[in-house]
C-alpha cells in the first residue's frame, strides 16, 4: 500500500487520518513490468502484445473490423488484493476496445465497441494467439507484465464532515496525488480495479446510469444516486505513453459492472465509458 502517512503529513491532512480511511475504498493497483513477451508466461496477467485465448475464443469484431486487445488480468494473481472479495477467484478477463476511434462507449451506434471476455477453465487450453488479419487498423500495443498491488482510491463526493475549506482543498490535492501514485516526480498512469474511478468529467457510476436511462431519469436525481451504488468499477485504463495509447485527450477508460452481474460472472453485461479533458 501506498506511505498514506506520508501523503497525509504533506497535506497536512495527518489529524483527519481517521476521518479519511474511513472513506477509502479498496482497489488493486496494476503496475507494468518491462520484459520480453517471450518472458511472460501464458496466461499470465499483462498488457498488450497478444492475447492467450482458449481455441473457443476468437478475436471480438466491431464495424467489420476486429477490436484491440488491451489486456488480460488473471484473477488468482489478483486475489490477495481484493480486500471485499468482490472478483472471482479464479479464471481471465481480457479487454478489447476500437481503439483507432475511440468511441465514447454511451450512445447506441458505439455498441459493441469494446468486449469483455471470461475464461476460467484450465490454462493448459490457453494459447498466444495472433491477430487474425493485418489491416490499415492494425494496432496492437506493446507488451508488459502486470503486477498487482494493494491501492486505495478515494470518491470525489463524501459525507458532510467537520472540515474547514483548507482541509477540503487540501484533501482533494491529497487524493489526486494518492491515487496518481508517483514516485521520484515520475507519476505512473492509473491503471487499477475495483474501488473509486477517478473521474475526469462526471462521476463515472452516475454518468453510465444516467445515458442507459435517458429520458427515464433526471440527472442528480435520488434514483440515479442510488442505481450507482449498484456499480463496480471493474477495470480503469489511463493513458499510457509505453502503450502508447492516449485516450482523447489524456482520458481513462472505465468498464464497470453491476453487483448482481458481477456474482453471477455474467461479464457480457460489462458497462463502458471513456472520459477525457
Known amino acids: 500500500m501506498q506511505n498514506i502517512d506520508q501523503y497525509l503529513e504533506e497535506y497536512d491532512l495527518l489529524h483527519m487520518k481517521e476521518e479519511i480511511l474511513k472513506i477509502a475504498a479498496s482497489s488493486i493497483g496494476i503496475i507494468k513490468e518491462n520484459v520480453s513477451e517471450e518472458d511472460i508466461p501464458v496466461g499470465s496477467s499483462k498488457f498488450g502484445g497478444l492475447p492467450d485465448l482458449p481455441s473457443k475464443f476468437s478475436y471480438p469484431t466491431y464495424n467489420d473490423g476486429y477490436l484491440t486487445f488491451l489486456a488480460q488480468l488473471n484473477l488468482e494473481e489478483a486475489k490477495l488484493f481484493d480486500k471485499n472479495n468482490l472478483l472471482p477467484h479464479k479464471g481471465i478477463l481480457y479487454f478489447f476496445y476500437d481503439i483507432m476511434e475511440q468511441p465514447w462507449g454511451l450512445d447506441g451506434e458505439d455498441e459493441g465497441c469494446f468486449k469483455v471476455l471470461y475464461f476460467d477453465g484450465n490454462l493448459e487450453e490457453l494459447e498466444r494467439t495472433p491477430y487474425p488479419e493485418e489491416t ?102 489511463d493513458s499510457d505513453d509505453d502503450l502508447e495509447v492516449m485516450w482523447g485527450d489524456a482520458g481513462i477508460l472505465y468498464f464497470c459492472i453491476n453487483k448482481e452481474n458481477l456474482q453471477k460472472r455474467q461479464f457480457d453485461e460489462v458497462k463502458f465509458t471513456l472520459q477525457c479533458y
Open 136 to 237: 490499415e487498423d492494425y494496432f496492437p500495443l506493446s507488451a508488459y507484465k502486470v503486477i498487482f498491488h494493494e491501492k486505495l482510491s478515494f470518491s470525489e463526493e463524501f459525507e458532510e464532515m467537520e472540515w474547514d475549506e483548507e482541509e477540503i482543498e487540501n484533501f482533494y490535492e491529497f487524493r489526486e496525488h494518492i491515487m496518481q501514485e508517483t514516485e521520484e516526480d515520475v507519476s505512473y498512469p492509473m491503471h487499477y480495479m475495483l474501488g473509486q474511478p477517478f473521474n475526469i468529467q462526471n462521476d463515472v457510476f452516475e454518468e453510465i446510469v444516467y445515458y442507459e436511462n435517458k429520458e427515464k431519469l433526471s440527472w442528480d436525481s435520488k434514483e440515479i444516486h442510488s442505481k450507482a451504488e449498484d456499480l463496480v468499477l471493474l477495470f480503469q485504463m
